[in-house]
């Protein structure tokens, strides 16, 4: 069974940081990526970051410079770290497991079905 648990949300002023955590476990054998996702109120959710069991990586165009993705395999944990955070940043964060490819040069996340609780960051302006 699949279980994420994200952690590390919060409020922030803009400018700030924050470092969301998603401890994983029952990643099934078909997965080889991990990610992060967002939905804010009114809005699809979205990708913010992959990460392929290879360390290759995949942010959003919104996000890039400023958040990183990394992962602890020792703890089965997956961190977002969020710099330089921006209003439009807020939204509730989902931690994910999916499929990474990368194609022609680009990469590609899809997501499984597998969703964590979710993790509320807000940013003040």
């Known amino acids: 069974q699949v279980q994420l648990v994200e952690s590390g949300g919060g409020l922030v002023q803009a400018g700030g940081s924050l470092r969301l955590s998603c401890a994983a476990s029952g990643i099934p054998d078909k997965s080889n990526a991990i990610g992060w996702y967002r939905q804010a109120p009114g809005k699809q959710r979205d990708l913010v970051a992959g990460m392929r069991t290879d360390g290759s990586t995949k942010y959003a165009d919104s996000v890039k410079g400023r958040f990183t993705i990394t992962i602890d395999n020792t703890k089965n944990t997956v961190y977002l770290q969020m710099n330089d955070l921006e209003p439009e940043d807020t939204a509730v964060y989902y931690c994910?497991?999916?499929?990474?490819?990368?194609?022609?040069?680009?990469?590609?996340?899809?997501?499984?079905?597998?969703w964590g609780q979710g993790t509320q960051v807000t940013v003040s302006s």
């Open positions: 994910n497991v999916g499929r990474f490819a990368t194609l022609a040069g680009k990469a590609f996340y899809w997501a499984y079905p597998y």
